[in-house]
């Protein structure tokens, strides 16, 4: 059964900082991953899909990465702003989509 | 910009009621999923929906759930008789395709059960 974790569990950062979450997975066997970003109470914005052949994504000042075979994600914020401010969550697609927990990220002004 | 959109935001019930929960899918999309998030947990899955029959079902998604595509636009999530443990944020979610692409997520139903 395919577990999802991240690291950390919460993150707090000034503004301007670049930083990195951590997302790992147990099973390798994925079509894709994709990180989303989650405001309080709302929806989920997909922010970058990574496809299992592929190994990074980029869009805007966030960069994710996909090492499949040791069963690794990083998503790479740079120049963080108060905006960024949410919950980052990894989520893996193998027979369906298996969310981790998140990483609440607060970027002070 | 396309979007997936959910009706209603917020739905008060008391317990033992059937509730019908709507997504509207993005237009030229073919797969169809449901989520929920207890509060304070992770995103789970419960459903996903192709070509009018269901896909795949997670433990979650037992008898008291049904899923139906009553026309060309809706997506519905049934839950037959609610229990105190339904109340979740319900996310309606759908992709373009192979169904390994990326999904979109609608705005969610907060369903509160009393």
């Known amino acids: 059964k395919q577990e999802v974790t991240q690291i950390p569990a919460a993150l707090s950062v000034p503004e301007g900082e670049n930083l990195v979450l951590n997302c790992s997975f147990t099973d390798s066997a994925i079509y894709n991953l994709q990180w989303f970003r989650q405001d309080p109470g709302k929806g989920l914005t997909s922010l970058l899909l990574i496809q299992s052949s592929q190994r990074e994504q980029t869009s805007g000042r966030l960069n994710a990465s996909l090492d499949k075979s040791s069963g690794r994600s990083t998503l790479y914020i740079a120049a963080s702003q108060p905006g960024d401010s949410a919950t980052y969550l990894c989520a893996v697609y193998g027979q369906n989509f298996v969310f981790g927990p998140g990483t609440r990220l607060s970027v002070l002004p | ?114």
């Open chain 2, 1 to 114: 910009e396309p979007e997936v959109t959910q009706t209603p935001s917020h739905q008060v019930t008391q317990m033992g009621q059937e509730v019908i929960l709507r997504c509207v899918p993005i237009s030229n999309h073919l797969y169809f999923y449901w989520y929920r998030q207890i509060l304070g947990q992770k995103v789970e899955f419960l459903v996903s929906f192709y070509n009018n029959e269901i896909s795949e079902k997670s433990e979650i998604f037992d008898d008291q759930f049904s899923v139906e595509r009553p026309d060309g636009s809706n997506f519905t999530l049934k839950i037959r008789s609610t229990k105190l443990e339904d109340s979740a944020m319900y996310f309606c979610a759908s992709s373009g395709g192979t169904g390994r692409d990326e999904q979109f997520f609608g705005p969610g139903t907060r369903l509160t059960v009393l």
